[in-house]
Each structure stands twice: as C-alpha cells, then as structure tokens.
C-alpha cells in the first residue's frame, strides 16, 4: 500500500473533519457515553479557520489521493518541559488501513514538526483505558512514555 503524509491546508478541512467525527464517533461508542458533540460543518469551519491563522497543524495520510488518516497539533509552552512543546490533540487512522504503517508514519512526521518547530516534547493523551490499550500500545510501541493520569477538563 502507498501512502502518502503532508501537511494539510484549509483546502483539506472538510475531509478533516469528518475524520475528527469518526474519531469522536469512536470513542463514544466504546465508551457507551457521548462525550463529543461535532457537527460536520461546524468542525470543518473551525479546521479551515485555525489552520488558515496558524494555531493549529495537521499532518494528513492519503492512499490514492484519498484522506485515510491525520493528527491535528497545536503548540504550547511548559516550564516543566523546559519551554516549546507540541500536543496532539487528534490522531486517527480509518479502521481498514489500521496496522498498515500509516500510524507511525504520521509519527515520524510529528517528529519530524518537532525538531523543526524546536519543540522539547510531544504529548498526546489516550482515549480512556482499558477501551483503548490498543491506542496506549501503539504510542508505547511508537517511543511515548506515560508520564501523567489521566486527561481532565472544565468548561470556561
């Protein structure tokens, strides 16, 4: 299979975002709750807005021209890091090209934003566990360490 990993552009915010829902989908299915609510237009909007402004990245996989995967990045500060830090808010990669390459390739690629960008780390968050040890593995497998608990949030 050939896959191809590019940076995308607000051009590529509607084939994003209805990964973003599929991804969302996903976890609140496993999960039986529904955490999310995103709404194809209003998501692809906001993707095609904060790409065009800069405060967010994402790296797109394709198969044939075709959108199979991506992980969306947005850049921090944290003193415990010791200064730039990358997060990746959203990985996914469509359930039939899983376990084919495309995940670490979309890896190596934020890597790749991370030595360029100078940032001292990458972080991500997992879906909850034990639902998504699959997900845990992969990013052990990929070179993360756990390093917190667990992801929390308020509304401001």
Known sequence: MHYEITQASAADAQ????????????????MGVQHFDLDLDGTAALCARTLAEGSYTALL??????????VGL?????????????????FYVAPDFRSGGIGAALIEAVKAQARARGWRRIEVCTPPLPEFDASLRFYIREGFEISGGRKLKAIA
Not at 61 to 70: H, I, N
């Open 74 to 90: 947005s850049q921090g500060c944290a003193l415990y890091a010791g200064g730039a830090i990358g997060t990746m808010q959203e």
């Open 61 to 70: 996989a394709t198969v044939d021209e075709r959108p199979v995967g991506f």
């Open 15 to 30: 084939a994003i975002a209805g990964m973003a829902v599929a991804l969302t989908g996903e976890i609140s299915r496993r």
